[in-house]
């Protein structure tokens, strides 16, 4: 496999996937963010998720309860500097892409792609929390 060297290459990349591979390295994207102190619902629903035998009842399930912390956590960006909070919103947005369903998919969706956004602007609230000039992307 070639190196990827920048996000034309990744999104290119990660064009020519199938859905379910497209999917489950959504959710590598997602869990690949160490929040210091994350719902247990999103654990669980990250814990489901990368499990290989869950079936598409449990995949709705999860994506409910990650679209749903993503939404409540949103309201939180921008306005205060609670970057763990912030980081919390986008990791459930970056689940919530990567486990929406095929039927709410519009045509050519990405949604490894949508989740890696949201997973790296994750690391950059993590980076404000620790004040940190290394660039994890």
């Given at each position: 496999?070639?190196?990827?060297?920048?996000?034309?290459?990744?999104?290119s990349?990660?064009?020519?996937?199938?859905?379910?591979?497209?999917?489950?390295?959504?959710?590598?994207?997602?869990?690949?963010?160490?929040?210091p102190?994350?719902?247990?619902?999103?654990?669980?629903?990250?814990?489901?998720a990368?499990?290989?035998?869950y079936?598409?009842?449990?995949?709705?399930i999860?994506?409910?309860?990650?679209?749903?912390?993503?939404t409540?956590?949103?309201?939180?960006?921008?306005?205060?500097?609670?970057?763990?909070?912030?980081?919390?919103?986008?990791?459930?947005a970056?689940?919530?892409?990567?486990?929406?369903?095929r039927?709410?998919?519009?045509?050519?969706?990405?949604?490894?792609w949508?989740?890696?956004?949201?997973?790296?602007?994750?690391?950059?609230?993590?980076m404000?929390t620790?004040?940190?000039?290394?660039?994890?992307?």
């Open positions: 496999m070639p190196k990827i060297t920048n996000d034309q290459e990744l999104k990349a990660l064009d020519k996937l199938p859905d379910t591979a497209q999917r489950a390295i959504g959710l590598l994207f997602a869990n690949n963010i160490h929040l102190e994350a719902r247990s619902e999103l654990a669980g629903v990250l814990e489901l990368l499990e290989s035998d079936d598409e009842a449990q995949c709705a999860a994506y409910r309860t990650a679209k749903s912390i993503a409540s956590t949103y309201t939180a960006c921008g306005h205060d500097t609670d970057w763990e909070a912030q980081a919390e919103h986008f990791v459930a970056a689940c919530s892409a990567a486990l929406t369903p039927n709410l998919l519009p045509p050519r969706a990405n949604p490894a949508k989740a890696a956004i949201q997973s790296r602007m994750a690391n950059n609230c993590l404000m620790e004040q940190s000039a290394t660039i994890q992307n």
